[in-house]
């Protein structure tokens, strides 16, 4: 069970809730009428919602869309309830001047200094993040990415155009030295050679891999200096730089939350988030379901005109197979860096945590 509760002063708040087993459905004919059922197998959470968010969550068509926005409302309220000392009845949902999720006190015209949230789901897994406690207005943001959720369409387009095609679909949300990178950035393979290490050519080669099932020579360097050649298979060359360019997108779609911009930003050509590492999910899980704690990179060159962000921190987690959570937090000039201090995603007990909270308060 996640820790919801804790010391005083700022702090950073990730909390994450997976649905994907949750509210099982039988299968119907038509997808909406699982939304219909899952109305009734869900009364319990639903009830602990405004009439307006019952609606939103209702009016989806698809049965994993409501299961998430539930979960996403739920998990605005319980913060609320839980750091702001309101009980859950009063822990009313607002949205700010750039229509972000927010809340308000009864009574007052603004939300409270030093808290605020944001939520994010994708592929039935909802995350939160939330500072609390800053001694003014700070800004948050977070994203949640599945790099095969997609995989089949993705990989239709990459076998009939390749692979830099596939990019500049998405030309109009990254900047240019960034879809540069995405296509020419070496990613890391296993040489399969203990000691060896790529050469120019070797990174040429994998760098201009575009398709899959195809093989390829890549050069490299033995540990003793001498010149070695390895015939590759390119299927894990491009899910390395499908995973990479959706870690590059849930870093800048955290960052973009955070500001309360939309995608279509007019700077967000103009943000540039380098040199970016997909973080690698923990060896050896076979669970398809599992959400285990990965490698965890901290702090991304962030660049806004060309200058760098030194007020934004930046951290990204893989979990489980597949998944990526990342926050992005712009610290109030009245705090150092050093007091951000992101921790681990927590997966709440549903039951504990979510449920018991909100008929409690």
């Known amino acids: 069970m996640a820790t919801t509760d804790g010391s005083p002063g700022p702090r950073i708040i990730q909390w994450y809730v997976d649905t994907r087993r949750m509210w099982p459905v039988p299968k119907k004919a038509k997808p909406k009428d699982e939304v219909l059922e899952f109305k009734n197998v869900a009364a319990r ?3 602990l919602l ?7 969550v209702l009016r989806y068509y698809y049965l994993r869309d409501a299961k998430t926005k539930l979960v996403s409302h739920l998990l605005k309220h319980l913060i609320v309830t839980k750091f702001c000392n309101v009980p859950w009845s009063k822990s009313i949902i ?3 001047a750039k229509k972000k999720p927010c809340y308000v006190p009864e009574g007052e015209t603004s939300e409270p200094d030093g808290f605020a949230f944001n939520v994010s789901h994708q592929a039935g897994v909802v995350a939160l993040i939330a500072a609390v406690g800053f001694k003014s207005r700070i800004e948050v943001g977070a994203d949640v990415v599945c790099d095969n959720e997609r995989i089949k369409i993705d990989y239709q387009h990459i076998d009939k155009h390749g692979f830099f095609d596939w990019v500049d679909m998405h030309a109009d949300v990254f900047a240019p030295s960034e879809l540069s990178y995405m296509k020419l ?3 890391p393979v296993d040489l399969r050679v203990k000691g060896a290490e790529l050469n120019g050519y070797g990174q040429d080669a994998i760098s201009r891999c575009q398709k899959r099932h195809e093989r390829i020579a890549v050069k490299m360097t033995g540990k003793n200096g001498e010149d070695m050649e390895l015939q590759m298979q390119t299927d894990p ?9 959706y870690a590059m997108w849930c870093l800048r779609e955290a960052y973009v939350k955070m500001s309360g911009d939309a995608l279509l930003a007019p700077w967000l050509k103009e943000l540039e988030i380098l040199d970016v590492v997909a973080p690698e999910a923990k060896e050896g899980i076979r669970d398809e379901f599992s959400l285990e704690k990965g490698e965890v990179i901290r702090q991304f060159a962030t660049y806004m005109k060309g200058k760098v962000m030194r007020d ?5 987690t893989a979990m489980g197979v597949n998944y990526m959570m990342s926050g992005s937090i712009r610290v109030p000039k009245e705090h150092q860096m050093s007091d951000v201090v992101f921790g681990d995603w927590l ?5 504990k945590d979510v449920l018991a909270v909100a008929e409690s308060y």
């Not at 405004?50 to 939103?56: H, K, V, W």
């Open 45 to 47: 959470e639903l009830s």
């Open 50 to 56: 405004t009439e307006a968010e019952q609606d939103s």
């Open 94 to 96: 607002s949205r700010d």
């Open 185 to 187: 950035a070496p990613v």
């Open 237 to 245: 060359i491009i899910d390395a730089k499908l995973r990479r360019f």
């Open 312 to 316: 934004v921190k930046t951290e990204m």
């Open 347 to 351: 997966e709440l007990d549903f039951e």
